[in-house]
């Protein structure tokens, strides 16, 4: 299937196109060295950037094209169109499971000759079958033995059977050098039964290693534990491996647990085993329903189209690329909600059980689209307070663990399951990051381990999209593999033309940034800036706040004034709270509330660059605003700023009288003295919506307004107070004021009580921001409030034992460094 999509020429194309010259040259001939020279870095990590970005023109030189980029994405909404019941290797295992059904008709034929043929056609030069792109000797003895025993049963391909036979006597040790959790699903059940079947025919295979004695063992301690009388009533995980209980079982009775399209959980080898035994006639369709679709071979698992679904957009997602199949997406989450039910889903519509794994990825995914889901469907998942992959299972995967996680962390106020979920997933993983534990027994990933660290550094409220981006192209396997009754891989959900467009749009990204970036540049300079102690790297984070929340390529003007009110906030924060007059400011304060340059004092040249920057600026954006809006957004601007104003001033007068607020009054305040509005609402004109005055005026967005300052403000003052920062102008402190107003409560007390304040006003942000999207009216603007609340969580996280990348090494990541 990758050969049809041109996986393999896109991604030679990818390193070997060359790309327009002037791509090169605005990096080197011009924009590179002023980018430089205005960077506001030392010597040294100046002529690093210059290195960096000589190496980007290297790369630049030989890809991507506008022509490249196109031909990805239509490759991937190929994928999308071509979508059924998923795309998904081979499996020899199953195929010979399939091959030894015996006709139905008497005649003491196989009944799928042709899958025999296959089996023939697709032994490796070793004598061995499985997964050809890596060994695991699990992989390769299991499908070998179920491979030489259906020949051997039709008598067909004598020397495939020697050889076969020949690459099981000589491998089977390595399995005691495998990772157990590599180990194929229900291989201690289906192996020793395929080894007896192969005595039975007289095959020359090791029956008497310690290897197999020991695995024997393992089955028989298992089969113990198995309740047959609840095997034959409920719907579990063991019908997915039937042939290896089918002398156990009562074939009559299980017919009733079986799926409506025929297959016993998808399972074509449990499915073919059952009709051998049963003859019946739905169990037939759905094999050659499935024989018809690969062609007289067979996968360890179908359908998987929910899996496929969910998994192709949760990696569109993470990589960046997401903006340019928002349609093709909205088709697929639809898909995955007309087949969610109330206790959870599977890999495909037709699966009689739930795992948590697809219910968590299918879950968070619907929630952030704006799809009414309960956290209620957890339940089945979740007994004396742990949670599990299957209902009734004793032990946690890490990727459903992992999936889970971040499935809670979308949690809306009175979610107490999920909140019981977040701390139970967090426990889970920093407890296997700690021994060095995080492999799965689902999937042999690129960088799981990495995953892991970058949701444990970076939870969901403090993870920005384009800095998550930046990890996953790191992380991203093109050929991961997933573990099933054999090694299988998902074409559609882990390719090279995925990691290709998303590190083409990567670099086409960072160009334009680079080039908005210059216009902030010019900007500063044009205001005078530099005068009032704005750095250049200054500047750099503040369009980095911006780009790394609002990416896409067409939001540029939304980008450029966040990072304008970015700056102007900076400058006006240090005005008011750095040695500056109070009358002085009062000056201030009548030229803004009269927005009229005249009430300036001309001599007071810091004042009178400040006033400027800022009368110059809001116009400016007001005016762009002009023709998104269709009439004057000024006073609107303009009102942030003189509510922001009066609250700080209120804080100095609390400062030179020696007042400490009650804490209602503290807090009440310090949300508006934080003034987040200032730096959101400018660009909340550019994203797309039309804002009415009655949206502005109305109590929603006064709402949201108060929850995004109030996570600003205590986090700003939680993070101060552990550090044992003065704060600014001794204006006071969250932590402090509620101790003092608490005196029964410890610090640490106090401090869980902010944080858990902090917690209950993001929950109001995520239902704000997810369930809006069901509505027809406005709520692009919306997710601004969830961006800035993120970035105060990204600027002043805790730790938690986790070390973050300094802020501006991601900016510089994210701007200038390229790709390797």
């Not at 033309?497 to 590190?503: E, I, N, Q, S």
């Not at 960072?510 to 044009?526: G, I, K, M, T």
């Not at 997710?783 to 609340?789: G, N, P």
């Amino acid at each position: 299937m990758a050969a049809e999509l041109g996986d393999e020429s896109l991604s030679k194309r990818f390193k070997l196109q060359a790309a327009p010259r002037t791509l090169a040259s605005s990096l080197l001939d011009s924009k590179a060295p002023d980018l430089v020279s205005q960077s506001g870095w030392d010597i040294d990590d100046a002529e690093a950037l210059q290195d960096s970005l000589a190496s980007l023109a290297l790369v630049t030189e030989s890809g991507p094209t506008p022509q490249f980029l196109e031909e990805c994405i239509s490759a991937v909404r190929n994928m999308f169109r071509n979508m059924g019941d998923g795309q998904i290797s081979i499996s020899a295992y199953d195929t010979a499971w399939v091959a030894l059904v015996p006709a139905l008709d008497g005649s003491g034929k196989p009944q799928f000759p042709r899958s025999l043929e296959w089996i023939v056609n697709n032994q490796f030069a070793d004598g061995s079958w499985g997964e050809a792109d890596l060994f695991s000797a699990y992989d390769r003895v299991v499908n070998t033995v179920a491979c030489v025993v259906a020949l051997k049963t039709w008598n067909i391909g004598a020397l495939n059977v020697t050889r076969g036979c020949e690459f099981i006597t000589q491998n089977i040790h390595k399995i005691a050098d495998e990772p157990e959790d590599h180990m194929p699903i229900g291989f201690e059940i289906v192996f020793p039964a395929m080894m007896e079947d192969a005595k039975k025919l007289g095959l020359d295979l090791p029956f008497d290693h310690p290897i197999t004695h020991k695995i024997l063992v393992e089955r028989e301690r298992k089969l113990k534990k198995i309740p047959m009388e609840v095997v034959h009533k409920y719907p579990s995980t063991l019908l997915h491996s039937l042939e290896g209980l089918r002398d156990l079982v009562d074939w009559n009775r299980l017919l009733k647990l079986q799926s409506k399209d025929g297959s016993f959980l998808c399972s074509p080898s449990s499915t073919a085993c059952a009709l051998m035994y049963t003859g019946d006639q739905k169990c037939l369709q759905y094999l050659n329903n499935v024989l018809e679709q690969f062609d007289n071979a067979v996968p360890n698992v179908y359908p998987v189209d929910l899996f496929e679904h969910m998994w192709i957009v949760d990696r569109l997602q993470r990589l960046g690329i997401a903006h340019y199949f928002q349609k093709e997406i909205k088709v697929c989450l639809d898909y995955v909600y007309q087949n969610w039910a109330a206790n959870g889903i599977a890999w495909a519509r037709e699966a009689v059980i739930s795992d948590v794994d697809d219910t968590a990825m299918g879950f968070r995914l619907l929630r952030q689209h704006g799809y009414d889901v309960s956290s209620d469907v957890f339940l089945p998942f979740h007994k004396d307070d742990e949670f599990f992959c299957f209902a009734g299972q004793s032990g946690q995967a890490v990727t459903g663990m992992f999936n889970l996680h971040r499935a809670s962390q979308t949690l809306l106020p009175g979610e107490s399951l999920l909140k019981s979920a977040r701390g139970f997933t967090r426990s889970f993983l920093e407890e296997k990051w700690r021994t060095n534990d995080i492999s799965d027994k689902w999937i042999i990933t690129k960088d799981l381990p990495g995953e892991v660290e970058y949701a444990l550094t970076y939870p969901f409220y403090a993870s920005l999209p384009r800095v998550e981006t930046r990890a996953y192209l790191d992380h991203y396997g093109s050929d991961d593999i997933w573990i099933g009754k054999s090694l299988y891989k998902m074409p559609y959900v882990h390719n090279e033309t995925f990691l290709a467009l998303a590190k083409a749009d990567y670099q086409l990204r960072q160009q334009q940034y680079r080039e908005e970036l210059e216009q902030l540049f010019s900007w500063s300079l044009e205001h005078d800036f530099e005068k009032v102690s704005v750095s250049k790297e200054k500047v750099v984070e503040d369009f980095f706040s911006a780009a790394a929340n609002i990416y896409e390529p067409q939001l540029s003007s939304a980008r450029r004034v966040w990072a304008q009110s970015g700056v102007l906030t900076s400058i006006l924060d240090d005005y008011f709270h750095t040695n500056t007059g109070i009358e002085e400011l009062r000056q201030f304060q009548a030229a803004v509330d009269s927005w009229d340059p005249s009430l300036i004092d001309s001599e007071n040249q810091r004042q009178s660059i400040i006033f400027k920057g800022l009368y110059n600026s809001i116009n400016a954006m007001a005016a762009e605003a002009f023709v998104t809006q269709g009439r004057d957004i000024t006073q609107h601007l303009i009102g942030h700023y003189k509510s922001w104003i009066q609250a700080s001033l209120l804080e100095l007068e609390w400062t030179e009288a020696d007042t400490v607020p009650q804490w209602p009054e503290y807090i009440r305040n310090a949300e508006s003295a934080i003034g987040l509005e200032r730096v959101m609402l400018p660009a909340m004109f550019f994203v797309g919506d039309e804002l009415s005055d009655e949206v502005l005026g109305g109590d929603e967005f006064k709402a949201l307004t108060q929850n995004v300052n109030a996570v600003g403000r205590l986090l700003q003052d939680i993070h101060a107070h552990k550090q044992g920062e003065p704060t600014v102008a001794q204006r006071g402190n969250s932590v402090a004021i509620h101790i003092r107003n608490h005196p029964e409560k410890t610090e640490e007390e106090v401090v869980e009580y902010l944080r858990n304040t902090i917690d209950a006003n993001m929950q109001e942000l995520t239902y704000a921001t997810t369930t809006s999207q069901r509505s027809n009216g406005s709520h692009a603007y919306k997710k601004l409030f969830f961006h800035m609340a993120r970035l105060m969580h990204f600027f002043y996280r805790d730790d938690a034992g986790f070390t973050p990348i300094p802020p501006m090494e991601h900016a510089k990541r994210l701007l200038f460094t390229p790709l390797s």
